[in-house]
């Protein structure tokens, strides 16, 4: 007869999704560093000059989709460590 396993198989369902919202936060510096480098890959067409008035607005987008994105982030792991009782001092 086997002993049962010491340690359950899979997470709690809460400290999962923490676990995969803390890897978000951690690829989005590479995620803004690719969609800002984006615009080096577009090309100009044949007759005219690259548009800089609208890189520039994709840029400032991207930009405010980036602080966005770390915001919600910071809300949502933050808010769940408090919830659990683990603060950065525990």
Do not use: N, Q
Not at 23 to 36: E, H
Not at 39 to 52: F, G, K, N, Q, V
Not at 76 to 87: M, N, S
Request: hydrophobic residues 45%; charged residues 20%.
């Amino acid at each position: 007869m086997a002993a049962p396993p010491r340690h359950p198989t899979f997470l709690a369902r809460r400290s999962y999704r923490r676990r995969r919202l803390v890897d978000l936060g951690r690829l989005l510096p590479f995620a803004g560093l690719f969609l800002c480098g984006l615009p080096m890959l577009w090309a100009p067409p044949e007759d005219h000059a690259r548009d800089l008035a609208a890189t520039g607005l994709y840029l400032f987008g991207v930009w405010g989709g980036l602080i966005a994105v770390a915001a919600f982030l910071a809300r949502t792991v933050g808010a769940g460590l408090d919830e659990d009782g683990e603060g950065p001092g525990r």
